[in-house]
């Protein structure tokens, strides 16, 4: 089959954000066109299409059905469960077969620009797509669990006012490969291949990197739903939270559709201190918000909804505000967890982190009421890799500067 040809076939699940594009504002992201653009070696990606799609891509090839089957099978499990990147290792695959597969089809990760690691052993990758976005990706490990906080977007549309990813505009969606591919590239980068099920330092995933989730929907979905297939990279969904600023038509639908824990970027009270730092209540408000958490499908006291609370000087601090904060979780009767997250400062932020005494006082008070509400240890602050803290490096450093730290790797790698 000639290569023009496998432009005939560009799988749904791969292309249906990769075509959207939002408007940045305090608005729902309206979808616009965006010419799909192959990778300039014509090849398709394999990495991040589900099963169906995996054995259409090979049949389109050419390939005949069953064949297709088997191949499809076989690379999944030289993908997913080896973490091969190449067809030439694919020892049940034929020799003659190998080079026809990587005249057609790659098996991709992000290009790292940049790796850095924090004195408390938190890492972060600054990424690159093919087509020149930069996002990041962090590993937090602990002494029970290693999580790690994906990326749904380049940017951010939302502009919360604390968070440093909120200054940067939203440039687009990232696609499903995008995503499994950090997931991918954390496993490389932990020695972590061949899969197992037990021992492994990657044991959680968070969506709470650069940009929405809610807003990157269906690659989100299909990435996750490839995360946690039991053939795959095999993570439960119960190790799986999704967090949202508020989106809330898409909460029911996430809670269906993907079924992972659910975390609330809640970080306000009352409807003036939230408008101002999380500018999406003015179209969705707190009693908006915290029904669609009590209608949160799988929402139990075995998987509680948790919310995120940024803890910010003279701004949502104070005693009265944590007393509304356990009457609001009682009033919806809300199986509830909060995370109380000192502020992690950036260049040009307008707030500054509460007291140690102030979060106390803060804390004690919602454990009073019934209510978990540990303080998160700030991780990863001295490579700006904490809470709020994810920014592209891309916008710190000139182009030049990044194109010749990428030339070094690739030189170093041969």
């Given at each position: 089959?000639?290569?023009?040809?496998?432009?005939?076939?560009?799988?749904?699940?791969?292309?249906?954000?990769?075509?959207?594009?939002?408007?940045?504002?305090?608005?729902?992201?309206?979808?616009?066109?965006?010419?799909?653009?192959?990778?300039?070696?014509?090849?398709?990606?394999?990495?991040?299409?589900?099963?169906?799609d995996?054995?259409?891509?090979?049949?389109?090839?050419?390939?005949?059905?069953?064949?297709?089957?088997?191949?499809?099978?076989?690379?999944?499990?030289?993908?997913?469960n080896?973490?091969?990147?190449?067809?030439?290792?694919?020892?049940?695959?034929?020799?003659?077969?190998q080079?026809?597969?990587?005249?057609?089809?790659?098996?991709?990760?992000?290009?790292v620009?940049?790796?850095?690691?924090?004195?408390?052993?938190?890492?972060?990758?600054?990424?690159r797509?093919?087509?020149?976005?930069?996002?990041?990706?962090?590993?937090?490990?602990?002494?029970?669990?290693?999580?790690?906080?994906v990326?749904?977007?380049?940017?951010?549309?939302?502009?919360?006012?604390?968070?440093?990813?909120?200054?940067?505009?939203?440039?687009?969606?990232?696609?499903?490969?995008?995503?499994?591919?950090?997931?991918?590239?954390?496993?490389?980068?932990?020695?972590?291949?061949?899969?197992?099920?037990?021992?492994?330092?990657?044991?959680?995933?968070?969506?709470?990197?650069?940009?929405?989730?809610?807003?990157?929907?269906?690659?989100?979905?299909?990435?996750?739903?490839?995360?946690?297939?039991?053939?795959?990279?095999?993570?439960?969904?119960?190790?799986?939270?999704?967090?949202?600023?508020?989106?809330?038509?898409?909460?029911?639908?996430?809670?269906?559709?993907?079924?992972?824990?659910?975390?609330?970027?809640?970080?306000?009270?009352?409807?003036?201190?939230?408008?101002?730092?999380?500018?999406?209540?003015r179209?969705?408000?707190?009693?908006?918000?915290?029904?669609a958490?009590?209608?949160?499908?799988?929402?139990?006291?075995?998987?509680?909804?948790?919310?995120?609370?940024?803890?910010?000087?003279?701004?949502?601090?104070?005693?009265?505000?944590?007393?509304?904060?356990?009457?609001?979780?009682?009033?919806?009767?809300?199986?509830?967890?909060?995370?109380?997250?000192?502020?992690?400062?950036?260049p040009?932020?307008?707030?500054?982190?509460?007291?140690?005494?102030?979060?106390?006082?803060?804390?004690?008070?919602?454990?009073?009421?019934?209510?978990?509400?540990?303080?998160?240890?700030?991780?990863?602050?001295?490579?700006?890799?904490?809470?709020g803290?994810?920014?592209?490096?891309?916008?710190?450093?000139?182009?030049?500067?990044?194109?010749?730290?990428?030339?070094?790797?690739?030189?170093?790698?041969?």
């Open positions: 089959m000639e290569k023009e040809s496998l432009f005939a076939y560009v799988p749904a699940m791969q292309i249906t954000e990769t075509l959207t594009m939002s408007i940045p504002g305090h608005i729902d992201p309206v979808p616009v066109p965006r010419a799909f653009v192959p990778r300039a070696d014509g090849r398709i990606d394999l990495i991040g299409l589900s099963k169906a995996l054995r259409l891509a090979l049949e389109t090839a050419q390939l005949e059905p069953r064949q297709a089957k088997l191949r499809a099978k076989q690379l999944w499990h030289w993908m997913y080896r973490g091969a990147t190449q067809f030439s290792v694919m020892t049940d695959i034929s020799k003659t077969m080079p026809w597969l990587e005249q057609r089809f790659v098996i991709s990760r992000p290009q620009i940049e790796a850095q690691v924090s004195t408390d052993g938190t890492r972060k990758w600054l990424l797509s093919d087509d020149g976005q930069d996002y990041e990706m962090v590993f937090i490990p602990d002494a029970d669990r290693g999580t790690l906080c990326s749904s977007q380049v940017g951010c549309t939302l502009n919360c006012r604390f968070c440093h990813t909120g200054t940067m505009r939203l440039v687009r969606n990232l696609t499903a490969s995008e995503i499994v591919g950090q997931v991918m590239l954390a496993r490389d980068g932990l020695g972590e291949w061949p899969s197992q099920p037990e021992g492994r330092l990657l044991t959680n995933i968070v969506m709470m990197g650069m940009g929405e989730p809610l807003y990157n929907f269906e690659a989100v979905r299909d990435a996750l739903k490839l995360i946690m297939d039991g053939d795959g990279l095999s993570l439960s969904k119960r190790r799986i939270t999704l967090s949202t600023s508020g989106v809330v038509p898409m909460m029911a639908r996430a809670g269906e559709e993907i079924g992972v824990n659910l975390a609330v970027s809640l970080h306000g009270v009352t409807k003036e201190v939230r408008d101002e730092i999380v500018p999406l209540n179209k969705y408000g707190i009693e908006e918000l915290l029904q958490c009590a209608d949160y499908p799988g929402a139990n006291n075995a998987r509680r909804i948790t919310f995120e609370y940024v803890m910010l000087k003279d701004k949502n601090d104070s005693d009265a505000e944590a007393r509304e904060l356990v009457r609001l979780i009682k009033k919806y009767q809300l199986p509830a967890k909060v995370n109380l997250i000192p502020f992690n400062p950036w040009g932020a307008n707030y500054e982190c509460s007291t140690p005494e102030r979060i106390k006082s803060f804390s004690s008070i919602v454990f009073a009421g019934g209510i978990s509400a540990p303080v998160r240890t700030p991780r990863g602050r001295d490579i700006d890799a904490a809470c803290q994810l920014k592209t490096a891309s916008e710190k450093k000139s182009r030049a500067e990044l194109d010749a730290l990428a030339d070094e790797k690739q030189a170093a790698l041969g």
